[in-house]
């Protein structure tokens, strides 16, 4: 099945710094990749995704990459704001098209 | 309802008992998936329904496991003969749309389970 691998596990970056996390998938078939930030004792949110059939999408201070090829996908996030501290989850599809399976997380501290 | 509800936000319970946990997802959303989350990791797949059906139950770990949506909108996830590793949260998510790729996920705050 699919299984996403995503790191660093934690990123701690002074206020105003860029911020990168990187994630790859398995399943060459995946075709969707949400990425989702939980506030401490918060639920997943969805702020960013992208799909299979464009390289970069950008919002704002946020930007997501897709390279297909190498099964790899990034989290940009530029001029970042302690408001940003969270932890970041990617995703992909899994074979069958019902579930997204995540990423183990990344724990990011925006010092000011 | 203005978003996913999860009840009860709290359980805590003895080794062996059985637990429900409820979900109540957005109103006409039909997609609706359960997860689990241990701490320092991401959500777990369980169970997706579209509808009052089961897509994918792949990810229930094992047969104390089993998930309800009898009128495609309050779903309960039922363990039995709770074991330890079963403490976590267990969130529940919404879709208004058929499959995980054609629309947000909307999750509930979770329901935290420790089994002691």
């Known amino acids: 099945g699919e299984n996403v691998e995503q790191h660093p596990s934690t990123l701690s970056v002074q206020e105003g710094d860029s911020a990168v996390i990187k994630c790859t998938y398995s399943?060459?078939?995946?075709?969707?990749f949400p990425w989702y930030k939980q506030e401490l004792g918060k639920r997943p949110q969805l702020i960013i995704d992208?799909?299979?059939?464009?390289g970069e999408k950008k919002d704002q201070r946020i930007a997501v990459t897709l390279n297909k090829t190498a099964k790899h996908f990034s989290l940009h996030i530029t001029e970042t704001q302690p408001e940003d501290s969270a932890v970041y989850f990617c995703?992909?599809?899994?074979?069958?098209?019902?579930?997204?399976?995540f990423g183990k997380g990344t724990t990011l501290s925006v010092s000011s | 309802g203005a978003g996913v509800s999860q009840t009860p936000s709290n359980k805590v319970t003895e080794k062996g008992k059985y637990v429900e946990l409820r979900c109540d997802p957005i109103?006409?959303?039909?997609?609706l998936y359960w997860y689990r989350q241990s701490l320092g990791q991401g959500p777990e797949f369980l169970i997706y329904?579209?509808?009052?059906?089961?897509?994918?139950d792949s990810g229930l770990p094992n047969d104390r496991f089993f998930a309800v949506r009898p009128e495609g909108s309050v779903s309960t996830l039922k363990i039995q003969r709770t074991e330890r590793g079963d403490s976590a949260v267990y969130l529940c998510?919404?879709?208004?749309?058929?499959?995980?790729?054609?629309?947000?996920?909307?999750f509930g705050e979770g329901s935290r389970l420790t089994v002691l």
């Open positions: 995703a992909a599809i899994n074979q069958a098209g019902t579930a997204l399976i």
């Open positions: 109103s006409g959303h039909t997609a």
């Open positions: 992208i799909r299979s059939n464009v």
């Open positions: 399943d060459s078939a995946s075709n969707y």
């Open positions: 998510a919404s879709s208004s749309s058929g499959g995980p790729n054609t629309g947000e996920l909307f």
């Open positions: 329904f579209q509808g009052t059906g089961a897509a994918d």
